[in-house]
């Protein structure tokens, strides 16, 4: 059938069919980080452009069969996607994958490949149709791929505010409705029959009445809560689902819950009754039941989190991450009077204080007590306030922690920026205290320690091994950091809570090395040295030949839980089989594995299959030696394009304050205003304007990366104090510019390779999914190593690569 046909667009079912497609991307996110340790985003968005990828490749071999059957193929390629989708996930969630055993257990890294593989099915079914219609409707390119992003976008934000209403597997049913949905419209934009638009929406109902057992979460057995799970009589009483978390409160009547992270050995008090929070399966808090007399609490008092009150008697108290609330009751049993807490979740607040609030006593409700739903950093670099003393909650899990599951983990919370924000806020002689677990060989305190000395530095502080003192248990470190130096009988206070509680003294001001590593002995007085190389020796030396890394955290690389060097890994090899696990961190082990695995896929699945068609179908475009410029173009397109959205959505974190409002707005602004990019690049589609606008495009790039590199950070700084929607207004239009030039090249690339040779279009496609595919893991690699500046430039790098490429690609169509 002639493209010229009056066959109507099928707009309505790409829009739909995209919004579902992403939504499905942004969901898999959601359910990796419960059902896994991470949210694995990089390894989620390249799975599902491999399936992109994949499609150009299928489609360059059978696309003589499929074009001439578009009108019965397309709505069955949404059809596939809306079942699969649904289909593949809950196979992929029986597959026995453990990252914890990675090491040790080489069938994982197949079992992940497995995972890989099966849940890029459904983009690829997806993606299949979106191109099918392009290379069905060629003139009408840029209107297509402008409903394929605007449906993008809108699906972004939509699967947002599902996930508000709905738990990730009732979303995930009604994602496959959706595409269902998506089917039957296609079929009647085509003109189809009663017949095909009424099966979709049919087989669409049947998935609500798939078994309530096939949609339980597959959680791993080495997450807390399925550990917990095990002991007798243990059972889950509460559940919440938000996209800002799973929550379960879990009762154990048989073996009390007995959660004190850190207590003192030589304790006597002990907890009262609790119930468990666990959000995401892991990150546990504790819920104290409601106590007669504040000395029932008295075991707070035997943390190494408790020293900051016995430095000075704090009037005004800032806990960041609240929790369940046992921050909270710490700073009431020292009878601090004022006490402002923060937490990110809602829904924990709801369920201390209404739904067990008959258990907890409301503690959040107390006299003297203010609590802030909002995220911990966003709130002190709103505030005006001052406090005496700011404490940073430990909410993550000790298991996750030793792990390594963090190590991709963005953690805005201990960057040399947050620091800086928190000091900013304390009182005169005011304190910030942070605790972590203590992890062997040290790393976590370490580098935490690393990470304050280097703001205090560059702050100008010329006192900063005055205004520091550093505490050890045997499973916590406690660093407090004043604002003034600590006096003599300051020193004398912490010297007697470590000595009555047998914690160890990492570091005071004039600390001998004799009192160092003398309760819960180490090999080495690591915490001691380390803090003496920091303060008075080689800082550079430490961080150079320190086994892990312990470089500061900073905005530009807010990896503070990633501390593998690859000098380690001859050592990691040899113990393997023992002990070697502990050395490196797990979740940096599955990045390096997917970014293997995605450069394998796209070779055997996109590159291979395009090399085997382009030598019977490429011939008249590849014969006049363009094969590297279609390669180039499309390529560096696809690699820059994921770069530049990637470290934007890191980007705006800092500003927004949450992954969540993050990457909904950054997807949507993107998606939107490439959208309309890609419309507006049908105005350049004559030959003459063709160059004209790609040089454009690529120069406004450009000029905006570089503008927004060295401007960001001031600009998120300077306007901190806004209020939310006047933030995520600002955002959005921070991203229309770039986004809407990042929209034109590939349109008027495939216009050109459409004009020259059409069988080439799944071919340009399928080297920019190949590209992308890979690019979503290297971009989070780069980011790790050496910061998200690097891979704007890279980026940058790639769109000026594609603009020259460009140059060859159009030749002789004018």
């Known amino acids: ?285 504790a819920l104290n039941a409601e106590v007669r007399q504040l000395n029932d609490l008295r075991y707070l008092d035997q943390l190494t989190s408790a020293l900051p009150y016995h430095l000075q008697r704090p009037q005004r108290v800032l806990v960041l991450g609240a929790g369940g609330g046992s921050e909270v009751l710490q700073a009431r049993y020292h009878q601090v009077p004022s006490i402002d807490a923060v937490e990110l979740n809602p829904q924990v607040i709801a369920l201390v204080e209404e739904a067990f609030g008959d258990f907890t006593g409301r503690p959040f409700s107390a006299p003297g007590v203010r609590t802030h739903i909002a995220e911990a950093r966003g709130f002190v670099a709103d505030s005006k306030q001052r406090w005496d003393l700011i404490q940073v909650a430990m909410l993550d899990s000790f298991a996750a922690s030793s792990a390594g599951m963090y190590a991709l983990h963005e953690s805005y919370l201990y960057t040399t920026e947050a620091i800086a924000d928190y000091l900013e806020h304390l009182a005169p002689e005011g304190q910030l205290a942070i605790t972590r677990w203590v992890r062997l060989p040290p790393r976590d305190g370490l580098k935490l320690l690393a990470t304050v000395v280097a703001t205090l530095n560059d702050s100008g502080v010329g006192d900063a091994a005055d205004r520091l003192v550093m505490i050890r248990g045997w499973q916590t470190s406690t660093l407090l950091v004043k604002n003034g130096r600590y006096a003599p009988e300051q020193i004398a206070s912490l010297q007697t809570f470590c000595r009555e509680r047998g914690f160890d003294l990492a570091y005071y001001p004039g600390m001998p090395a004799a009192q160092a590593n003398l309760s819960n002995r180490l090999r080495e007085p690591y915490f001691f040295d380390a803090a003496q190389s920091l303060l008075h020796g080689d800082a550079e030396a430490l961080l150079r030949n320190y086994r892990f890394d312990l470089t500061p955290a900073s905005d530009e690389r807010p990896y503070f839980f990633h501390f593998f060097k690859w000098s380690l890994l001859p050592e990691l090899m040899r113990f393997k089989g023992l002990a070697g696990s502990n050395l490196l961190d797990t979740g940096y082990l599955v990045l390096m594995i997917t970014l293997l695995q995605a450069v394998l896929a796209s070779l055997v699945l996109i590159l291979l299959p395009l090399w085997l068609s382009g030598r019977s179908v490429g011939a008249p475009l590849l014969a006049r030696g363009r094969r590297f410029a279609v390669f180039s173009y499309f390529g560096a397109i696809g690699i820059a394009f994921l770069f530049l959205e990637l470290a934007f959505i890191q980007r705006f974190i800092q500003f927004l304050h949450h992954p969540l409002y993050a990457i909904a707005v950054v997807l949507t602004g993107f998606l939107l205003f490439a959208g309309l990019g890609s419309a507006f690049s049908k105005r350049l589609a004559s030959s003459r304007r063709q160059r004209l606008g790609v040089h454009a495009a690529v120069a406004g790039i450009a ?86 500046g690097v891979v704007l430039l890279a980026a940058l790098g790639m769109y000026i690569l594609a603009a020259l490429s460009f140059s060859a690609l159009a030749r002789g169509t004018g």
């Open 1 to 285: 059938m002639s493209n010229t046909s009056p066959e109507r667009l099928p707009r309505l079912s790409l829009v739909l069919l995209s919004g579902s497609a992403l939504g499905y991307e942004i969901l898999l996110t959601r359910l990796f980080a419960i059902v896994q340790w991470h949210h694995f985003a990089y390894m989620v968005i390249s799975l599902a452009l491999l399936g992109y990828g994949a499609s150009g490749s299928f489609l360059s071999l059978t696309r003589h069969r499929l074009l001439p059957r578009f009108q019965t193929v397309y709505p069955l390629l949404i059809a596939a996607f809306g079942i699969s989708a649904v289909a593949c996930y809950l196979l992929a969630q029986r597959i026995p994958f453990h990252p914890d055993e990675l090491l040790w257990a080489p069938r994982q890294a197949g079992r992940l490949l497995m995972i890989y593989l099966l849940l890029a099915l459904p983009f690829f079914f997806a993606a299949s149709a979106i191109a099918l219609a392009l290379a069905r409707h060629t003139r009408a390119v840029s209107q297509l791929y402008a409903m394929d992003l605007l449906g993008s976008g809108l699906g972004s934000l939509a699967i947002i505010g599902l996930l508000f209403i709905l738990d990730p597997m009732q979303a995930l049913r009604l994602l496959g409705v959706l595409a269902m949905l998506a089917s039957a419209l296609a079929a009647w934009e085509l003109g189809a029959r009663r017949g095909p638009i009424l099966a979709p929406v049919a087989l669409g109902l049947l998935l609500f009445a798939l078994p309530g057992d096939w949609l339980q979460l597959a959680v791993s057995p080495y997450k807390p809560l399925n550990q917990a799970l095990n002991i007798h009589d243990t059972r889950v009483v509460a559940e919440r689902s938000s996209p800002l978390g799973q929550l379960s409160v879990v009762q154990s009547p048989a073996v009390p819950w007995r959660h004190a992270p850190g207590l003192s050995l030589l304790a006597e008090g002990e907890p009262p009754a609790q119930l468990a929070l666990f959000t995401d399966a892991a990150g546990m808090t």
């Open 703 to 788: 000029l905006l990366t570089l503008v927004y590199i060295v401007l960001l950070g001031p600009l998120f700084g300077l306007l901190a104090g806004w209020a939310m929607p006047g933030k995520i207004l600002l955002s959005i239009l921070l991203i229309a510019p770039l986004a809407f030039c990042m929209g034109i090249p590939f349109p008027l690339g495939l216009g050109v390779v459409g004009q020259q040779a059409p069988s080439l279009l799944p071919w340009a496609w399928a080297i920019n999914g190949c590209a992308s595919v890979i690019s979503a893991a290297l971009a989070t690699l780069l980011a790790i190593e050496f910061g998200f």
